[in-house]
């Protein structure tokens, strides 16, 4: 729980410094029910998180130094920095996703349920008596994933624990206003399943709670939906306003801190001393710090990765001629000169002249797209199209560029001036959108110092 508290307050300071992009949510609060859950498992049991999913992953084993490079970026992590904070995975530590939308990972966690059980009464492998838990939060439960996925477990009785994280607020929306019974775990019994309601605050009543639960899926009782009265620390997303709850509110859930409240108990029935506690702090101090060394250091993923596992090629895009990955070839992400030949020279787009006629936007596929695909296949959106002719006749610059900003403005500020790399991104498109982004980022760079 240390941890995850000082791995979460870390990321702030990290994310607030420009070492991580996007959107990052902290558990700050929660941590209670991450520990009393997860340290029950086995290696072979699985997890499935959500976009908050950090301290899932260090509850579930994978190392502070793996999580921190994925949050920066970095290719020494559990997504060789592909996941970012949202995607949180690890097939070594069975953690099998955070997801990026609610619900997403309900019916992932509940396939992952039945694949137990059908090795166990199928392929007849007695000792696979794995279990998953599948954690979301009071937001989710008013979608169809949930309520379909509980029927699917009820009826085939499957080794899945759902843990609702209820922390009262669904982003800016109150699950007193949002739900018509606000008692989710009561949901459960509709399906023919157990309903549990715990408070998350205090770790051990979790722990209690989800002994039980977890048995019961282990030992082929089925179903168990937990739901965990718990609350957030810190605002819904680093990106996001913090003012909206009440203050009362607030005050009442951080009197009931879960990481405080063990302390004072393990104090006071003497199982550890506060000097003992005090060296405990200093430890994940360090172990954190370590983490953010190693992250800051470990090299960004190399340009050719950002095409792997987009297409069915597991190495991203087709073998060429002499049987090598074409993301290998040193000249794969070039085609300047071909793009302007076959392009702009014939007008914007490389196709017609202007954007009412039928051609326009076609033929700027360089000759390593030409080549892994046919030309007919290649469905680029016009205005994605045309805004790399334009930005190579504007930048004289390889394709590549085009794509840095979905790595990290860090790595694209590395490779052009930084006004133009600015202006570049907001080149993508003419929408209000675009230009608010580009404002966003400029307010963003002000703030650290690197624009006047």
Request: proline share 6%.
């Amino acid at each position: 729980m240390i941890l995850g508290r000082a791995f979460e307050d870390m990321c702030a300071q990290m994310y607030f410094r420009g070492k991580m992009f996007g959107y990052v949510h902290l558990y700050n609060g929660q941590e209670a029910v991450s520990t009393g859950f997860i340290k029950l498992l086995k290696k072979e049991d699985s997890v499935v998180s959500t976009y908050r999913g950090h301290m899932h992953a260090l509850s579930k084993g994978v190392p502070a130094r793996a999580v921190m490079s994925e949050l920066f970026g970095k290719t020494t992590r559990c997504c060789r920095g592909q996941g970012g904070s949202m995607h949180m995975f690890s097939r070594e530590h069975n953690l099998l996703g955070g997801f990026s939308f609610i619900g997403e990972g309900i019916p992932v966690a509940t396939g992952a349920a039945f694949t137990s059980k059908y090795r166990r009464e199928v392929l007849k492998e007695a000792d696979c008596d794995h279990v998953t838990l599948a954690f979301f939060g009071d937001g989710t439960c008013n979608n169809g994933q949930f309520f379909e996925c509980l029927n699917m477990a009820a009826i085939w009785k499957l080794p899945i624990v759902f843990v609702v994280q209820n922390n009262l607020w669904a982003m800016a929306m109150s699950h007193l206003r949002a739900t018509s019974d606000p008692q989710i775990y009561k949901k459960g019994p509709a399906f023919g399943m157990l309903g549990i309601h715990v408070d998350g605050m205090d770790v051990l009543k979790v722990r209690e709670v989800a002994q039980t639960a977890i048995a019961r899926a282990r030992s082929g009782e089925g179903p168990t939906l937990v739901e965990c009265e718990t609350y957030m620390f810190r605002e819904h997303s680093l990106t996001g306003p913090e003012e909206l709850c009440d203050p009362a509110e607030k005050a009442h859930y951080a009197a009931r801190d879960p990481i405080a409240a063990l302390k004072r108990y393990l104090i006071e029935n003497n199982p550890a001393s506060e000097t003992e506690l005090k060296a405990i702090d200093k430890k994940i101090e360090e172990l954190v710090e370590d983490a953010v060394e190693f992250a800051d250091e470990s090299p960004h993923p190399p340009r050719n990765q950002l095409l792997e596992n987009v297409f069915a090629d597991p190495k991203g895009f087709g073998i060429g001629p002499d049987g090598r990955y074409r993301c290998e070839d040193p000249k794969f992400m070039e085609g300047t000169a071909q793009c302007k030949k076959r392009g702009i020279e014939r007008g914007p787009g490389g196709g017609g002249e202007t954007p009412g006629d039928p051609s326009f936007g076609e033929g700027i596929i360089s000759p390593i797209f030409e080549s892994a695909l046919p030309l007919a296949s290649c469905q680029f959106p016009k205005k994605f199209t045309k805004y790399l002719t334009s930005a190579d006749e504007a930048h004289d610059r390889d394709v590549s560029i085009h794509w840095q900003p979905y790595f990290s403005l860090e790595s694209l500020l590395s490779e052009e001036p930084l006004q133009s790399s600015l202006d570049l991104i907001a080149g993508q498109s003419s929408s209000h959108h675009a230009e608010m982004e580009k404002g966003r980022q400029v307010k963003e760079l002000k703030g650290q110092g690197r624009l006047p």
